[in-house]
């Protein structure tokens, strides 16, 4: 592939850190060992340009295979994520409504919400920190020469596609969606969640959880990232016929940055690779186009 992030060594360190860890609280040192051994030749035979949400999904199948631990391991997670959201979502909507941009405002609560990553944040989401970081959304800062680009393109496009990222995250995706409908009602919008489990990703029993309001589609993959050459048909055409894409999260990032097509970024940055790629701290909102 001439697109994506690939992997270098902070990716390899990264996966075998954090699923070693996981490995090891599933079973015996005995397994574990055989986890890594399996994990090294997985690395060792990747190609050189796989990126880490492909790589993810193949750790994840050796994961199932030696552990036997269910295809969605993160259900709770994303059950408790889609609540916690819900549980919030009528305040968020009301601080939306108020806010002199109310688009702008949703893309701040939207871009806050992928905080709520059970993958790239392994062992570190606290819903007590995500309350307050909910609470200073509006104090986001995102590139405002993109947004009024952004803006343009939904006025004279006829057709966005917003891909999702996370469960719970999707909630205040829908806020978003909400307010570009309002803003600009001649816009078709569509949402595509992922077709399999992958980590805490939305699947379309997420969107429903939360009562997504637009037609939604799935990927076809169970790839925490959109994998253009993998993904299903229906959603190869969605982004063929797009005239703007929202992609939502890292993964959406690593899987398709360099592609060309006509992509908004929004995503917290939330590993060492991307900090490398990207040159911003850890937890640093982003909001950037695909085409420069």
Not at 7 to 24: F, H, P, V
Not at 77 to 103: C, H, L, Q, W, Y
Not at 247 to 252: D, L, R, S, V
Request: aromatic fraction near 8%; include cysteine; charge should be negative.
């Amino acid at each position: 592939m001439a697109y994506g992030v690939s992997m270098n060594s902070i990716c390899y360190e990264c996966q075998l850190r954090k699923k070693l860890a996981l490995a090891r609280s599933l079973g015996t040192d005995e397994q574990a060992t055989m986890f890594a051994k399996r994990m090294l030749q997985e690395l060792a035979s990747a190609p050189k340009d796989l990126d880490s949400t492909q790589f993810g999904a193949l750790a994840e199948d050796l994961l199932r295979r030696i552990y036997h631990v269910g295809p969605d391991r993160l259900k709770g997670e994303k059950e408790f994520s889609n609540r916690f959201a819900m549980e919030r979502i009528d305040g968020v909507r009301k601080t939306v409504e108020a806010a002199e941009d109310p688009v702008y405002a949703a893309l701040q609560y939207s871009t806050m919400a992928n905080y709520i990553d059970f993958s790239a944040l392994q062992g570190e989401v606290n819903f007590e920190d995500l309350d307050n970081l909910l609470s200073r959304a509006t104090e986001l800062e995102l590139d405002k020469a993109t947004y009024a680009r952004f803006c343009k393109e939904l006025e004279a496009g006829k057709k966005l596609l917003y891909l999702t990222d996370n469960a719970g995250e999707i909630a205040f995706d829908n806020v978003l969606a909400q307010q570009l409908h309002r803003k600009y009602p001649h816009l078709e919008i569509v949402f595509c969640v992922r077709g399999k489990p992958a980590f805490n990703d939305a699947l379309r029993e997420d969107a429903e959880a939360v009562g997504i309001t637009f037609p939604v589609i799935d990927n076809g993959t169970n790839v925490g990232g959109t994998p253009l050459h993998r993904v299903s048909a229906e959603c190869k055409e969605a982004i063929n016929s797009a005239d703007v894409i929202l992609a939502k999260g890292m993964g959406n990032v690593e899987s398709m940055h360099g592609c060309g097509y006509n992509i908004y970024y929004a995503f917290l940055v939330k590993c060492d690779r991307l900090i490398q790629v990207f040159q911003k701290p850890k937890l640093t909102p982003m909001f950037l186009p695909e085409r420069q």
